[in-house]
């Protein structure tokens, strides 16, 4: 898989290995402010890293409750500055949606620490009215255990810099269908689902998304929003993730390493291949 343009950037830095120093070249995972506006007024900015913009703010749009499908979009370009320099704004028109920008409009830069109690949060996914995903979907755990090697294999930026999460989206047999690198888990998820609205391949309810890192309570609405059934992660979920997803029947997996895995909700969703439908 090929590096987006702009998603690496070169650096000199002096390596010490075995007591000697030495100057070398290194790749570094790029870092920019992303603006995305809708009707010409700045919304939000997140940073991300460059590549597939416009999937992230459709993403981010469809994830966050703004939209509920591709056809609320009447546009959706990067736009090009008059200077040369690097486009870093997205410029987003809407229909058939009510978008109050001062009633919407809020810092997305908040982390899961930002004092947002959980009962708060998940009443508002409540008010959203996400529904819970397929629950006639089943899947093998023994493809399960395949994924994060394919992830890894894919991953091309990661594999130049090593600092950087994936989301990636797999159908029924394990085949890669979308992988999307950033340095915000939040965001790798967003191209991702932006990618499946552009592509008119919403919902997501013959799938499984694995994410690298852990899978925090923002990753696993940005799921829901997507309709995707099966959320799986390298590392460990958040005590307010598992809640949500209990709630809303979404099947979370965590420490999906080798041949070993924890479902903290839905469990029923894996079974072995002589039972899945």
């Known amino acids: 898989m090929r590096a987006p343009e702009r998603s690496v950037e070169l650096t000199q830095v002096t390596?010490?290995?075995d007591g000697r120093l030495r100057s070398l070249?290194?790749?570094?995972?790029?870092?920019?402010?992303?603006?995305?506006?809708?009707?010409?007024?700045?919304?939000?900015?997140?940073?991300?890293?460059?590549?597939?913009?416009?999937?992230?703010?459709?993403?981010?749009?469809?994830?966050?409750?703004?939209?509920?499908s591709s056809d609320q979009i009447a546009g959706l370009r990067a736009m090009t500055p008059e200077?040369?320099?690097r486009s870093n704004v997205v410029e987003v028109e809407l229909k058939d949606t009510?978008?109050?920008?001062?009633?919407?409009?809020?810092?997305?830069?908040?982390?899961?620490?930002?004092?947002?109690?959980?009962?708060?949060?998940?009443?508002a996914i409540r008010v959203r009215g996400l529904k819970e995903?397929?629950?006639?979907?089943?899947?093998?755990?023994?493809?399960?255990?395949?994924?994060?090697e394919t992830l890894r294999s894919e991953q091309a930026v990661f594999s130049r810099?090593?600092?950087?999460?994936?989301?990636?989206?797999f159908d029924s047999s394990g085949q890669l269908l979308a992988l999307r690198e950033d340095i915000g888990r939040h965001n790798a998820v967003d191209k991702v689902a932006g990618w499946?609205?552009?592509?008119?391949?919403?919902?997501?309810?013959r799938h499984v998304m694995l994410v690298s890192g852990r899978g925090g309570f923002?990753?696993?609405?940005?799921?829901?929003?997507?309709?995707?059934?099966?959320?799986?992660?390298?590392?460990?979920?958040?005590?307010?993730?598992?809640?949500?997803?209990?709630?809303?029947?979404?099947?979370?997996?965590?420490?999906?390493?080798?041949?070993?895995?924890?479902?903290?909700?839905?469990e029923f969703r894996c079974v072995c291949a002589r039972d899945a439908r």
């Open 98 to 123: 009510e978008f109050d920008s001062d009633s919407l409009q809020r810092n997305f830069f908040a982390a899961s620490s930002c004092g947002i109690c959980g009962k708060a949060s998940i009443n």
């Open 161 to 169: 810099t090593g600092g950087l999460h994936a989301a990636a989206l």
């Open 218 to 266: 923002e990753i696993v609405q940005k799921a829901l929003a997507a309709g995707i059934p099966i959320l799986a992660s390298v590392s460990a979920p958040s005590s307010l993730a598992v809640k949500l997803a209990r709630e809303l029947r979404l099947t979370l997996v965590g420490f999906l390493r080798g041949r070993r895995f924890v479902i903290y909700s839905s």
């Open 133 to 148: 995903p397929d629950t006639d979907f089943r899947f093998d755990p023994e493809v399960l255990c395949r994924l994060p």
């Open 83 to 85: 200077n040369g320099l």
């Open 196 to 205: 499946a609205l552009l592509q008119n391949k919403l919902p997501l309810s």
């Open 25 to 68: 070249q290194d790749s570094l995972a790029a870092e920019e402010p992303l603006e995305i506006r809708v009707g010409g007024v700045p919304f939000t900015v997140t940073m991300r890293t460059p590549g597939h913009d416009i999937e992230l703010a459709a993403g981010f749009l469809l994830t966050e409750g703004i939209i509920q």
């Open 15 to 17: 390596e010490w290995e």
